[in-house]
């Protein structure tokens, strides 16, 4: 953003190169979005979408399509009731997570969720997979354009607590989720397989990263932060509420190249190239439904 | 935060362990920093350390003290002047940057400077290295608490866009920065060695994430986006208004232990345990001065 170059300071280091050189005949990430054709873009399907309505805007979770099956239903399910409607975000810690729902029972009781910490999916598990090592866990890639690990010697697979994952808080000790739920506002990686993350957020980020920072209370008259007007599955939205969003399909070959314009980016402006992506710091297309 | 247990499910699903066994004798990482002394911690010295003012509160920078020291001095010359006093936060992406200053050279043409991307540091670079690979660097670890990339072979080293990471934005070419910065809202290690990181947000991050999200203006007529109050060097303020905080020393055995806290936590709330630890997912301890 600034415009002003000291000649007498470039001519001086030129021993660089003062342009970096980009990588020939190599589209970068903008120029593969701009080519890609409708085949490469699936529409959000309405019910495995939420809405998380807040006061300061719209939260757009898409749902796991293909793990963690039982949180889907069930979270589905308590938004069909109404249950989160007027609860809030009572734990909203900076680079951590916001958690929202209803820390004393307002409600009732619900009974707890069986733990989906990992699926059994098989040694053939079909996903988009990264290249790139990762520390975290053997395999790494994208599930229906979500971030998911997979351990194929123990057939196993789960999605990622990059920023924006969704998944249901517990107390110590399996099988203890049932209501509470959290999104990471950074990633999270050390919670992998220890939480059913059952979808992540793809529009309205900044919502969620807005919130006021709230403790979790210690009794109902504590600061319960934020307000959480509704979470609702989109189908139940008349149609002319609906955000309609696509994203890029990570089964498409767009999706590869995008992939691969992000780890070494062909433009001019870079001049350090690592050759790998963080499979949480490759930002998913997501635009709204073209018309 | 749930507090039910249906006692059917888990009785079902008793192949898993009920609750996770924690590792014996071995500490938690709140643990450690209770077990610190005060020779563990670094108070921020007042003259390496800025204030961003904002409307929202303070945020709290920690200047590199090992690299980079062109821009750091330059910087401290800028907020010494009064340089951004007034200006604003005019494009701020959410999951990417907040960047700030003087788009339209309200305050005057500034000179460029000479680009730091990674600082000739020779083959016997001390820093807290961890034993973590790294997918973007040979080594990672810690300089002074801010986290940094080393090149062994040749002799270079750097600071890492971790969340928080401050730097000097640029134009296409070397030498091209002279007075934007940008502060990463999440980890965008791509950019490193593109560009000068010379310092790391410790205190106040929450202010940056809720900045009103804003495109890049085009001309003076265009929002322009939240105010920045001011940016002033520590020590230029009354010592009675400053933010007196102190970091947990990278070269203390605290740290080592609190590393090894976060790669395999002890608790019981863990049932997976990765052994592994991203350098940009290691929140560093922060904490006021004790008196």
Redesign the interface.
């Known amino acids: 953003?600034?415009?002003?170059?000291?000649a007498a300071?470039?001519a001086?280091?030129a021993v660089?190169?003062?342009?970096a050189q980009p990588i020939e005949g190599k589209p970068t990430s903008a120029e593969i979005l701009e080519a890609t054709t409708a085949d490469d873009w699936r529409a959000l399907d309405p019910e495995n979408t939420l809405y998380i309505e807040t006061e300061r805007g719209r939260i757009v979770v898409a749902l796991s399509t293909g793990l963690a099956k039982n949180h889907v239903a069930w979270v589905k399910t308590l938004a069909r009731e109404g249950f989160y409607d007027g609860l809030s975000f009572y734990?909203v810690i900076?680079?951590?997570v916001a958690?929202g729902?209803d820390?004393f029972?307002s409600h009732g009781?619900?009974?707890?969720?069986?733990?989906e910490?990992e699926d059994d999916v098989g040694k053939d598990f079909a996903f988009y997979r990264m290249k790139?090592?990762?520390?975290?866990a053997r395999q790494v890639g994208f599930l229906d354009s979500l971030p998911v690990g997979y351990d194929k010697k123990h057939g196993r697979a789960w999605h990622l607590h990059c920023?924006g994952a969704i998944a249901l808080?517990?107390?110590?000790?399996?099988?203890?989720?049932?209501?509470?739920f959290y999104v990471t506002?950074?990633?999270?990686?050390?919670l992998?397989?220890?939480l059913s993350v059952f979808g992540r957020v793809v529009a309205g980020?900044?919502h969620l990263?807005?919130l006021r920072?709230v403790d979790?209370p210690e009794d109902p008259h504590d600061d319960l932060g934020e307000r959480i007007v509704s979470i609702k599955v989109a189908a139940d939205v008349p149609e002319a509420d609906r955000s309609d969003l696509e994203i890029l399909r990570s089964d498409s070959p767009a999706f590869d190249a995008y992939i691969e314009a992000?780890r070494n980016?062909s433009d001019?402006?870079?001049?350090?190239r690592?050759d790998?992506?963080?499979v949480?710091?490759a930002?998913i297309p997501v635009r709204p439904v073209a018309n």
């Open positions: 953003m600034q415009r002003i170059v000291a300071i470039v001086a280091l660089s190169p003062v342009v734990r900076d680079g951590f958690q729902g820390p029972l009781e619900r009974s707890a969720i069986a733990d910490f790139d090592k990762d520390g975290y920023t808080g517990r107390e110590d000790g399996r099988n203890t989720a049932s209501t509470e506002l950074q990633p999270q990686r050390y992998d397989r220890n980020m900044q990263q807005a920072r979790p992000r980016r001019s402006f870079f001049y350090y690592p790998y992506i963080d949480c710091q930002p």
